[in-house]
């Protein structure tokens, strides 16, 4: 039989006492699954120019994105999406970090980490970008849950206008755990 995540209402509803003696190994097994941290990492290895075509609308981050080999119940198979495969829904630190340029001058862009195409409102950050060609970098944070089949991505938004991003770097990464149901 499968090693498979439960929810922690089935875990604790199947430890509660174990009076009857029932908890079988395959029941253990399962527990060490369900604790278990899942972690999947995705980082830009080619930097492309992020079409802005309206302002104040959030956009994937353009790019050759590629996932890290070292991931346990993540995969990615879209780029720049970091998706959830295991089989209950998990907590999750996400972090990322990027450095990028922008197409124009005097230019605000806003980054976020994206849960299934929208913003995780407290992972927004901004940044100013004095000269295009100036190189800023940044990183945010995010907690939040995640179902099976959820995906992650990085997301970037200009307040001021149309002016296209460019990602330089960028990096994705997250780490499950236990959460209640």
């Not at 120019?49 to 198979?77: C, F, K, S």
């Not at 913003?119 to 970008?129: A, G, H, Q, Y």
């Not at 100036?134 to 206008?161: K, T, W």
Request: with cysteine; hydrophobic share 40%; charged share 15%.
């Amino acid at each position: 039989m499968a090693d498979t995540q439960r929810l922690l209402s089935a875990l604790l509803l199947l430890l509660e006492d174990n009076t009857s003696g029932q908890v079988s190994p395959q029941d253990i097994r399962d527990l060490v699954m369900t604790l278990l941290n899942g972690h999947g990492e995705i980082s830009i290895t080619a930097a492309a120019a992020t079409a802005v075509l309206v302002q104040n609308t959030w956009y994937p981050v353009a790019g050759t994105w590629a996932l890290t080999p070292e991931n346990v119940n993540w995969d990615m198979n879209t780029n720049g999406q970091l998706r959830y495969t295991g089989t209950a829904k998990r907590c999750c630190h996400i972090a990322v970090s990027m450095s990028f340029t922008s197409a124009g001058n005097n230019i605000r862009y806003e980054w976020c980490v994206g849960l299934n195409g929208a913003p995780i409102t407290p992972s927004i950050i901004r940044n100013k970008v004095g000269t295009g060609a100036d190189v800023q970098s940044s990183a945010a944070h995010a907690f939040a849950d995640v179902d099976p089949g959820d995906y992650l991505e990085l997301m970037v938004r200009n307040i001021d206008g149309v002016d296209d991003p460019t990602a330089v770097t960028g990096n994705l990464f997250s780490m499950d755990m236990l959460c209640d149901d």
